[in-house]
Structures are given as C-alpha cells and as structure tokens.
C-alpha cells in the first residue's frame, strides 16, 4: 500500500496556509477602519471633553460638525443646504436644522469648518439651560443682551477664548441657540461675529410675564 503521508502533509500545510491569508485580510480590514475619517459627532452629549480642545468638544448633542477639522465636502454632502454665500473667503451654508422648522448656518474658510450654530431641541425635556453649562465650564467672559430672533429676553452668553457663545433666555435660563467657532479673544469674537451680536435695551430686572 502506496505511503501517503505526504499528500496529507501538503493538505494540511495548504489548509494552515489559507487560513493564515484570511486571517491577515480581516486584520488589514479592521485596520483601515480605524484610520478612517473622523464620523459625525455622536448623539450622546459628552460633558467630559475638555473645552479648550474645540476639535473634540461637543456641547449640544445636535451639532453637525467638529470646527477646525469638518472638511467643506462632508457639509455640502451630508446637509439639506437652504442657500449659500460667499465674502471675504468665507462661505457661509444656510442648512437644514434637524428641527424642521429651523436653519443652522455652517462657516468654512479654506474648505475647513470655522463655524456652527445650531438651534437646540427644547422640545425634548429638560430643556439645556445655562446654569448647567456655567457649573461644567465657568462663568462666560461677557455676557451681551442681544436682539435675536430666537424670542424675547435673549441673552448671549460669550465664552470667546473656549470658542463658544451660548444665546438663551435671561430669565428662564434656556439655551436656544449654540455657536461653536475657532477659539480667539473676546475682542476678536465681537468684531468677527458682530452680525450676532445687536444690542438690546436693558432687560427689566424683574422677570415679565412673558419671558418664558
């Protein structure tokens, strides 16, 4: 009877070598994935991030984009894009809020993010208010009356140097409105967004029936 020990060596050898393939293709595979492109911010409001590394800072779960890292490109292929302008190599896109009845506007210069507001969900209780915005990060380095069409009572909460500025209502506290922007000094902050920022009158020191 005819020895077959070494077809059975060369089967087994091929069978630990294909295995030894697939197991390097699956590897790579998990590779790749790992150095991809930063994905959209996830849902969960993250409270842990530091405020000084705005790249990875999130502060209102619904914010499209991480500023100084978002390319032009995902903005203009993941948003339903309202209009679009152009000044001083700037662009500005008017988008789709994920609150419908809103619009959020994005910033890019040289095809990066400088720039988001978004509207936030009061709708879905407890509303954001700046009372737990100052215990995790501080009081704002001013804070400005500030005529808006958000509603009556609104007060920006200006927090330049951390690059951001909260605009909610002064007397009930509730944030409406998130601007997320590269940080910069406070003057800096006034004279570059200054479309923001008009002043209103001084608001009564007793709260008004209808400041809700």
């Not at 005819?2 to 060596?9: A, C, E, I, S, T």
């Not at 994005?106 to 993010?113: A, F, L, M, R, S």
């Not at 910069?184 to 709260?207: F, G, H, I, V, W």
Request: glycine share 4%; charged share 20%.
């Amino acid at each position: 009877m005819r020895n077959n020990k070494p077809l059975l060596f060369l089967i087994i050898s091929l069978g630990i070598g294909i295995i030894l393939v697939i197991i390097l293709i699956i590897s790579s595979l998990f590779n790749n994935d790992s150095t991809q492109e930063p994905q959209p911010i996830s849902s969960e409001v993250k409270n842990t991030s530091n405020p000084q590394d705005t790249a990875s800072f999130e502060i209102t779960p619904l914010q499209k984009t991480i500023i100084g890292k978002t390319e032009e490109n995902f903005v203009k292929n993941n948003n339903k894009i309202i209009s679009t302008t152009e000044e001083n190599g700037i662009k500005t896109y008017v988008v789709q809020s994920f609150i419908r009845q809103y619009t959020n506007e994005i910033k890019t210069e040289n095809g990066i993010v400088v720039f988001e507001s978004t509207r936030t969900d009061i709708s879905n209780p407890p509303p954001p208010t700046i009372s737990a915005f100052k215990r995790i990060y501080g009081e704002p380095e001013l804070v400005l009356n500030s005529v808006s069409s958000i509603g009556k009572f609104i007060s920006a909460y200006i927090y330049a140097e951390k690059g951001y500025t909260l605009f909610a209502n002064r007397y009930t506290g509730t944030v409406y409105d998130v601007h997320r922007y590269l940080p910069m000094t406070l003057s800096s902050y006034q004279q570059k967004y200054n479309e923001y920022l008009q002043e209103a009158p001084p608001y009564p020191q007793e709260r008004p029936d209808e400041a809700n």
